[in-house]
RNA sequence: GGCGGCGUGGCCAAGUGGUAAGGCAAGGGAUUGCAAAUCCCUCAUCCCCAGUUCGAUUCUGGGCGCCGCCUCCA
């Protein structure tokens, strides 16, 4: 089936083409590590996993980069800004790079256990000075750029392509500026490339002066041309992104490679908390540690992210949290049941119940190639336990072609946390003990043994068996 | 002021020019020694107005409301 996805710059969907068959380079505006990334940060890191596993699913090979951005920009790029990392720092009263060691881990931490797959490379902004201040060179040279004492800017006047990308003109720009006007530039649009300041602590000597630091966009022109080249295939961040960031590197790259820079633009929508944006006055900044504080598991909230088009707006509470987490474990339940159906064999299978199965894999696949419509592809997963379900026990060939689906959207979606698994697996009763068991049970049932009964039932329900008494009998699966 | 998105049942969330997938919650029922789990049933006319059309939730225009970007931010 033919991938199609949203691109940001044309604004339209395409039917995705690789550069090179067969493989896919993408890169993703990855983190800023100067203050733990929350969870409307995962939502996009989460976006960037589910693009890998679809397009490794489609058998492509794929090369993954995300940034690590660990050169504090100014917190305001007009001018003298203060730097976040180094404000940050002075806060905690710390170097900045401990900052940078401390919560890179948090990262890389938080990715694990939301069942992320580790891109391949995930570069650091300070690791890669000298690259931009060649690209900046470069810049100079054809006259893309130009220098202010050791400061350096992006001409946008030289880039008729400026605001393709975000639909902004450059004169509406200017008109919309709430910032003071930076005199040094000859443009209010310019954008800085190199910046320069003795006071800062992350600073760099180069050709620009000793007390230099890059500008906010450099780093990733840079980086991704290194890891993926000059021309790649597909780079993704949040909405945010779109201006003045992508909008920039753009620019930069395009103008000093004299090439295409980017073929698919693709940007994740915001993740609201309470209907709005999340903010610190609120206390609704949540990290993954608040999620499990509160006893959800971090795959609670990657299906919840899913749950919703990466387009839209999702809306992160509580209580949606929760709906996603009972949604989730439904799902789980299913897979332990159909298990048991293959163990005891005791269903029937019929043209129908395997038509069924096949109808939705089909539907499943379109959806995810249909711009990654994520919630439509969960909803056929359970479209189709609602039908098995109503013919009761399903027969061995249905239940292990609907494993087998299960199996494939957790591949692509990620729905079965790992770890669950093992403690399921490590369960002390043998099937053979189960069942011995559960035969105990109904015969002290019958003799009005209740607290045998209830004692076995206990002890079932510990070793994480699930009993459902039906009408036609007792049935069980491991939780 | 400029650019963009959204408005579907209590809460989430797909979708189509021909009378609305799915999940959670809720209510009723079955089952049960009690409970859990399970199963069955019930639960929307798609923000408002106008237009196009045989027919619009889906297209066009207007309105109202909400959200985001334009400044660090996924």
Redesign the pocket.
């Known amino acids: 089936m033919e991938l199609r996805f949203y691109n940001s710059y044309s604004?339209q969907i395409e039917a995705f083409q690789p550069i090179e068959p067969g493989k896919v380079r993408m890169y993703h505006?990855?983190?800023?590590v100067y203050q733990r990334?929350?969870i409307?940060?995962y939502?996009?890191?989460l976006f960037a996993d589910l693009l890998r596993r679809v397009l490794e699913g489609y058998g492509y090979e794929v090369t993954q980069v995300m940034n690590l951005?660990d050169v504090g920009?100014?917190?305001?790029?007009a001018d003298e800004?203060e730097d976040?990392l180094e404000a940050q720092a002075r806060k905690d009263k710390v170097d900045p790079w401990q900052i940078v060691e401390t919560v890179s881990r948090a990262f890389f931490q938080d990715l694990d256990a939301l069942g992320v797959i580790p891109a391949h490379h995930y570069p650091c902004a300070s690791d890669h000075i000298s690259e931009m201040v060649a690209i900046i060179e470069v810049l100079i040279e054809k006259g893309h750029a130009y220098r202010v004492g050791d400061n350096v800017y992006f001409d946008v006047s030289t880039f008729s392509r400026y605001g393709q990308l975000?639909?902004?003109?450059v004169e509406?720009?200017v008109?919309?500026?709430?910032?003071e006007i930076n005199e040094e530039k000859r443009h209010p649009a310019d954008f800085a490339l190199w910046k320069s300041d003795p006071a800062h602590i992350m600073k760099w000597d180069t050709v620009f002066g000793e007390h230099g630091f890059p500008g906010?966009h450099i780093e990733c022109s840079a980086m991704a041309e290194k890891y993926l080249g000059k021309h790649f295939d597909i780079h993704t961040?949040?909405?945010?992104?779109?201006?003045?960031?992508h909008e920039c590197e753009i620019a930069q790259s395009e103008a000093a490679n004299e090439q295409a820079f980017v073929n698919l633009w693709m940007h994740?929508?915001?993740?609201?908390v309470d209907?709005?944006?999340?903010s610190k006055s609120l206390g609704n900044v949540y990290s993954l540690d608040d999620l499990v504080a509160r006893g959800f598991s971090p795959w609670d909230y990657r299906f919840?992210v899913l749950?919703?088009?990466y387009r839209?707006?999702?809306?992160f509470?509580w209580?949606?949290l929760?709906?996603?987490k009972?949604?989730r474990a439904?799902l789980i339940?299913w897979r332990s049941r159909l298990r048991a159906a293959m163990r005891s064999g005791g269903g029937v299978d019929t043209p129908a119940t395997i038509d069924a199965v096949t109808a939705a894999h089909e539907v499943f696949d379109a959806?995810i190639a249909?711009d990654l419509?994520t919630?439509?592809a969960?909803?056929a997963l359970?479209?189709l336990?609602?039908k098995l379900?109503?013919v009761g026990e399903a027969g061995s060939r249905t239940a292990d072609a609907a494993i087998a689906l299960l199996d494939h959207a957790d591949s692509i979606l990620g729905l079965f946390e790992p770890a669950a698994e093992v403690n399921v697996d490590s369960g002390a009763l043998s099937d053979d003990q189960v069942e011995a068991l559960i035969a105990e049970r109904a015969e002290v049932?019958a003799a009005?043994n209740?607290a045998r009964?209830?004692e076995i039932?206990d002890a079932l329900q510990t070793a994480g068996i699930?009993?459902?008494?039906?009408?036609s009998g007792v049935h069980w699966h491991r939780g």
């Open positions: 604004r505006c990855g983190p800023t990334p929350h409307g940060n939502r996009a890191f951005t920009h100014l917190l305001n790029d800004g976040k975000s639909g902004n003109k509406d720009l008109a919309g500026l709430r910032l906010w961040g949040g909405e945010d992104n779109v201006f003045p960031h994740t929508r915001f993740l609201q209907g709005g944006k999340m919840l749950r919703g088009h839209t707006q999702v809306n509470t209580e949606i929760r709906g996603a009972e949604s439904k339940d959806a249909d419509n919630p439509e969960i909803a359970f479209t336990r609602n379900v109503q049932r009005k209740w009964a209830d039932r699930v009993l459902e008494d039906t009408a």
